[in-house]
Nanobody
């Protein structure tokens, strides 16, 4: 059974930082591209960042503008999302997802095979 478990969310002040982690089990992690998405109340789920199976290729949503980084440790079956310079509009539930596909990150939710339960990030002004 595939499981993706996110952690690291919380409440932070505007301008602060958080590091999200997602631990995968039940799959060959190094075969999968990984993505982070977020969903705020009343809004569609949107792409935040993605990383290829090897970690060599990354992609970010247009709104990120250099504030976030994504990385992975295949030995630990873990993908990370470092959130810096957080803004109140970054408040959302953040989800990690795994895509077998071609091993490269995709901005489309339909490209992902497995999803975690999400972790709440709240940024106060």
């Amino acid at each position: 059974q595939v499981q993706l478990a996110e952690s690291g969310g919380g409440l932070v002040q505007s301008g602060g930082s958080l590091r999200l982690s997602c631990v995968a089990s039940g799959l060959v992690f190094s075969d999968y591209a990984m993505g982070w998405f977020r969903q705020a109340p009343g809004k569609d789920r949107e792409f935040v960042a993605g990383i290829s199976y090897s970690g060599e290729m990354t992609d970010f949503g247009n709104f990120v503008k250099g504030r976030f980084t994504i990385s992975r440790d295949n030995a630990k079956n873990t993908v990370y999302l470092q959130l810096n310079s957080l803004k109140p509009e970054d408040t959302a539930v953040y989800y990690c997802a795994a895509s077998l596909g071609y091993g490269f990150p995709s901005e489309l939710t339909s490209s992902y095979d497995y999803w975690g339960q999400g972790t709440q990030v709240t940024v106060s002004s």
